[in-house]
């Protein structure tokens, strides 16, 4: 992935380069790769897992009172639709 970005980087116009320092973009080359494999790596995986996680909290409140989980739900979605 670093070698692709590295050479979208080597294909930019001069003007690019004129702009923005050497430092700079060879800090972005290694910082955002590393930054996409973390997301793609960890963060994915920790999302699924949180996921997972509040279906199955959800599937066991509605096994337990479905009338209190409804109305909590009920309130939740009226309070993150209006913004509060």
Known sequence: MRRKVQAHVGRLPVSYFDTHKTGELVSRIM???EGVRNLVGTGLVEFLGGLLTAVLALGMLFRISPLL?????AV???FSACGW
Do not use: K
Request: net charge negative.
């Open 31 to 33: 910082n955002d790769v």
């Open 69 to 73: 989980t409804g109305i909590a739900l």
């Open 76 to 78: 939740i979605l009226t």
